[in-house]
Nanobody, 130 residues
Framework: QVQLVESGGGLVQAGGSLRLSCAAS????????LGWFRQAPGKDRKDREIVASINWNGKNTNYVASVKGRFTISRDNAKNTMYLQMNSLRPEDTAVYFC????????????????????WGQGTQVTVSS
């Protein structure tokens, strides 16, 4: 299984930007469909919310409605890294952000639910102050 490590979180004022990175190792990166999830303060792991997902070649992406137009998911398969560019951040975006991976069973795979993924990073904290 792939190992995933997030970075790039921090404290930012409302309206600001952050870029999260998810570095992968241990398996062939292009064999994985990927996603970003977030877990708000006080919420349980089972309440972890999908933020965005991306297929193996980066040409197919999905976003939760609350981040559309503000966040952009991308991946660089040459660098074994996925990104989440977050602009116009709001206090309600405050959460621990996790990257997740699922080995492909089809080149068309892209998943928007937590249970589909079986590889997870340790998370990175994003705090947006008002």
């Amino acid at each position: 299984q792939v190992q995933l490590v997030e970075s790039g979180g921090g404290l930012v004022q409302a309206g600001g930007s952050l870029r999260l990175s998810c570095a992968a190792s241990g398996d062939t990166f292009i064999h994985y469909t990927l996603g970003w999830f977030r877990q708000a303060p006080g919420k349980d792991r089972k309440d972890r919310e999908i933020v965005a997902s991306i297929n193996w070649n980066g040409k197919n992406t999905n976003y939760v409605a609350s981040v559309k137009g503000r966040f952009t998911i991308s991946r660089d398969n040459a660098k074994n890294t996925m990104y989440l560019q977050m602009n116009s951040l709001r206090p309600e975006d405050t959460a621990v952000y996790f990257c997740a991976g699922k080995r492909l069973s089809s080149i068309f795979d892209i998943y928007d639910w937590r249970g589909a993924y079986d590889s997870w990073g340790q998370g990175t904290q994003v705090t947006v102050s008002s």
